[in-house]
């Protein structure tokens, strides 16, 4: 063993798409193809950065293993249905190669709540291969404590403990590289095992290596469960994959991406901490995992919804933390370089204030889903979705901060139309469930309200499309869930004029929308290309008859995927880069949402 | 031991307790149901569990007075002070031990370590039981200091 140069610090970051996810439904890392982690929280998700280099610069912390000289990645994918990742690298004749995930299943063993297992191999050859484990803990990069326990590193920051195995065992030092002979016949195991207000437990990395194959078998048996008629079947129990490994187990709350910061626009400061909870994920969630044939997930998203909105109901929060508390307000970190030098690095999400009158349709519409599925809802939950429909009436007319979450309210159509989903969905359940005369009258009334007001203010005739502001020429690609409603005819000029308008004016390429003008929404510089839009343009073409150019565009979609399948937020039109926080849970529910509708479309 | 004021005092102060917990829930203060979170040990569907967690929860209030009793016959005395503070006493183990304890023995809670095949739906309730809310502390501490003085000044009574 030797100790190598540290990497230069002002390397160009590795491109957002080049990450892999690593996941065991509590907390996940993010890992490049050269073998770095470059982001991982402890114990959760939303925890304290551990390896954060990917918006925190050199001083935030990364894990790498890999080569330890120049080569090139020949082959880099998930193992078949299943969340473990394998990279493999040739060095002159020989190849070495990298598996590794995280152990899912640990609930009644003693082992640790967050175990990740990282195993080289080499093949034709002894090859020299780097160990950098660098953890740094939160927002100010602390070192932490180190001590070795026989073979074991140590690493404690008060509540916080990390402990590395590494078999053959070998003498680690945080923050100092270090180099490693990997033989054919002597694989190189890495464990890293967390804990937090708890004794570290200790696991031997072959027994380690043993978990992580034994989850791989639960993994397939999970993916052979979904639906095997689905189109495009490899890409999207992909995103299911991701977006359970996205779902917090122990509450059942979808996270909107493990990330914070990741830039929508390279340089720019629209950086956002997407370490939570949106009502509107989990809804689409809901029917997304309804549609593929797993209700026990879609019953998870719905409780961990009512649950979480217990406290400010019938009020609906925009975002909780993951379990049901309110989202810390937004700060900047210090110090903090951004990727790509884009700062501010932001920490907590301020939207959580906003009034989105959206939500109250996506939730109220995921419990129609549920219903329409043949399933009842107990009396707390019905009285829930009475509350929310009735806070639809009450605050329909006022402007709102809608689903982009605009710091200024104004008149949004899409909030519009999604109130007056919001009453006719809760309309819809009360076929089944009880509801006064009375109430129903109400609901009624406000329903057709808002339709005459919709029509009226939010409608250019012109075009022929329903515009983004009431009194706006502009449009808004949310627009595109309008054949999916019922307010008006699926087969109606204003919905296909909408559709036209929409891919018009807002196209920026190829597959891709801008979700409104870009630049339009009151912050400084733009964005890229908002890719659940462009899902979007695929269930509204599918729901509208129009599945060959449905299927043509997903297509082009899966073309744009990350090469492991995995979507951000956005994309650069130009460049195809991914941007925004990754990977991005509203883009991988809409995907399996789009797929669907293809499946439910009539061929020919 | 005054056996006939525990059987009946009992019941009205976990009655009163559990009232009280159903109104701060009412008002926003906390997610806690304890009636749901007994309940669901019996029955998977939230209407019938929250029927039976309540009866479960008056036989456990029950369990508990008789503690407090036993320990106001030891004292040869009972007062709505020595209740409070048996309350205090009640609501420190039950927040630090007894609910952090409840995921290893609930089958339909989740544990911090739950995985994938987890189909528990129930949320742990965490350190203090903050997990329902970060006011949750406060109301357990303030509805248990109400048992125990409603028992006190109830058997001082007698």
Redesign the interface.
Known sequence: MSQVPAPEPGAPPAPIADYGLLGDTRTAALVSSTGAIDWMCVPRFDGASLFGRLVGGPEAGTYRIGPAGPAEVVERRYRQHTATLRTTWVVGDRRLTLTEGMVAEVVGRLLPSTLLVRRLTAEGGPIEAVVDFDPRLGPGHRAPRVRHRRSLLVCEWGAVAVSLACAPGSTLVPGQPTRVTVSPDRPLTLVLATAHREPLIEVEPDAAWELLCADEAHWRTWIAEVDPELPFRDAVTRSLLTLRLLTYSPSQAPVAAPTSSLPEQLGGGRNWDYRYVWPRDASIGVAAFLGVGKPDQARGFLAWLLRASRLQRPRLPALFTLNGLRVPAERQLDGWTGYAGSTPVRIGNDAANQHQLDGYGWVVDAVWVYVQAGHRLDAETWRAVRGFADVVIRRWREPDAGIWELRQSSHQVHSKLMGWLALDRALGIAKTHPLSGRQQRRWQAARQAIAVDVRTNGFDPERSSYVRNYGSAELDAALLVLPLLGIEDAGSPRVAGTIDAIRTELGAGGPLLYRYPPGHDGLPGSEGAFLPCSFWLVQALASTGRRAEAVELFQALLDRASPLGLYAEEMDPVTGAHLGNYPQTLTHATLVQAALAIRSAPSG | MDWAGWALFGVVATATLTAAMITA?LA????VDLPLILGTMVTG???RARVAGFGIHLLTGQGFALGYTAVFALLGRATWWLGALLGVLHVGIALTVLLPLLPGVHPRM??????????A?L??P??LA??Y??QTPAVTVAVHILYGTVLGLLLQAR
Do not use: F, I, K, M
């Open positions: 829930q926003g203060l906390t997610r569907d939230p209407d989740a544990s911090a370590r739950a995985g994938p095949s987890s189909t739906v949320e742990p965490g350190l903050l997990n809310g970060v």
